[in-house]
């Protein structure tokens, strides 16, 4: 029994020999990013070749704009990588990022009902096209959800005066939720929504919506990245979430972003204003 003891021990240790290193080497980051970045498809496109040059694994926490940033406040996460301008830098005045770099762009575009119901099809004017859905009391789905995009169609919203708050339950219909659930829910009531381009070119269950109006500058979608202070929160792998950062705004990320195409058509644009992309071209 003695001996048997023994050799248990003894293969015990060996095992933990054997696992600990291993375990220790493991080295991951989690990304607190926008829903647009995962559902597009993006970071399952360029992860795998962050991974295979640093050996750093990154796990992604895809939501809103607005909870990740609450999430990053709370050091829920090493790296915040979102769509908000003016937030993202209440980020880092507030003291909860360290620094914020830009690192793609995209834009917004209206999808709508082939049966357009107020007339704007062809629009580039996104005040104007808005104002027109509002008039005909034509079903709009909004994200409702202090997303990146919510922030968006908001900020959209204000020069046409309209009084969304009277509206909502009506023709304005509020999801809270992400942006894949909310344009199902437009396809299914025939509405019109605000999107990322990328996500509806990922999107597979369009139904009877199409673009109704592109091409306002207005639309203009710009990504930030930032590193969760570690001085605020010390359990932050400053170390690995800046290696992260550096890549993706070096040549290496940004070329991976610039490859990330679906149907021929590239979704997102690396504008990092960094000297790496500048030597890439």
Do not use: C
Not at 19 to 33: G, H, L, N, R
Not at 78 to 91: I, L, Y
Not at 99 to 116: A, C, Q, W
Request: charged fraction near 20%; avoid cysteine; proline fraction near 4%.
């Amino acid at each position: 029994m003695k001996h048997l003891r023994t050799t248990i021990a003894a293969a015990i240790v060996a095992f933990g020999a054997l696992t600990m290193p291993a375990a220790a080497e493991d080295k991951f980051i989690v990304v607190q990013s926008t829903t647009s970045t995962e559902q597009s498809g993006l970071f399952k496109h360029i992860l795998p070749m962050f991974k295979a040059k640093t050996g750093i694994d990154v796990r992604v926490v895809a939501v809103g704009t607005g909870q990740a940033l609450k999430n990053g406040e709370r050091g829920d996460g090493d790296v915040v990588f979102v769509h908000a301008k003016a937030a993202e830098e209440k980020f880092v005045a507030d003291g909860f990022g360290v620094k914020r770099t830009e690192v793609m762009y995209n834009d917004f575009v209206l999808v709508g009902p082939d049966s357009d119901p107020a007339k704007i099809a062809g629009s580039r004017d996104i005040t104007a096209a808005l104002k027109k859905i509002a008039e005909a009391k034509a079903p709009f789905a909004s994200r409702g959800d202090d997303s990146g995009t919510h922030k968006a169609e908001l900020d959209l919203w204000k020069p046409t005066g309209i009084d969304l708050k009277s509206s909502s339950g009506a023709w304005y219909r509020s999801t809270g939720s992400g942006m894949g659930p909310t344009l199902n829910t437009a396809a299914g009531m025939s509405a019109y929504a605000l999107t990322d381009r990328a996500t509806w070119l990922a999107f597979k269950n369009r139904g009877p919506l199409k673009i109704v109006v592109e091409g306002d500058k207005k639309l203009f979608n710009q990504y930030g990245i930032m590193l969760v202070n570690p001085a605020k929160h010390p359990s932050v792998n400053a170390k690995e979430g800046q290696a992260f950062i550096d890549w993706i705004i070096g040549a290496d990320g940004q070329n991976a972003i610039r490859s990330y195409q679906i149907g021929g058509e590239q979704l997102f644009f690396p504008n990092a204003p960094t000297a790496e992309l500048k030597k890439a071209g």
